[in-house]
């Protein structure tokens, strides 16, 4: 060989004859020439293998991400977001969609004209997916406020605000 386009039209060509028959592509390591050491060659099966091998991994990082991403999210709650109660309620039943982290998890609620309305400590229930929050106040005819804030068992934040509505 005696120039670099020549060491590269070999470099890529195939060695058989016939299509599918022993090794399909040659393929250089470094642009220096071919050697032993530095010529790779790729066999038609083993292409097939590494193809497989990636469409699993790509199928199963789509399967799994749904669950890298689901972090703590509401998926429910007494009183309903946008509900009207007849009876205030005596507690917040907050359920996420995994377990949360007590301690950095909470609500804060505001009523008619964004008053404060004091709630008692929360505890947790369902696999400490439910944060239940008792109201400590009593509630007047109004428009509540719920905003939350959860720490998910694998430490990640979310936080969100609902309404509902007080109408005896």
Do not use: C
């Amino acid at each position: 060989m005696n120039s670099q386009a020549e060491f590269q039209t070999k470099a890529f060509r195939t060695s058989s004859s016939r299509p599918g028959h022993g090794w399909d592509i040659w393929r250089p390591l470094s642009v220096a020439e071919p050697t032993a050491v530095n010529l790779r060659i790729i066999s038609p099966g083993r292409k097939t293998k590494m193809k497989k091998l990636f469409f699993v991994a790509t199928a199963a990082s789509l399967v799994f991400a749904g669950h890298a991403f689901a972090h703590a999210q509401l998926k429910s709650a007494v009183p309903a977001a946008d509900s009207t109660v007849k009876q205030a309620p005596s507690e917040l039943d907050l359920t996420f969609t995994e377990g949360l982290n007590l301690k950095f998890s909470g609500v804060k609620v505001a009523g008619p004209q964004k008053a404060a309305v004091k709630t008692g400590q929360g505890m947790l229930m369902n696999g400490d997916s439910t944060l239940m929050v008792p109201i400590t106040d009593k509630l007047t005819a109004g428009k509540y406020t719920v905003e939350w804030h959860a720490l998910s068992a694998d430490g990640h934040k979310t936080s969100g605000t609902y309404s509902f509505t007080v109408a005896p």
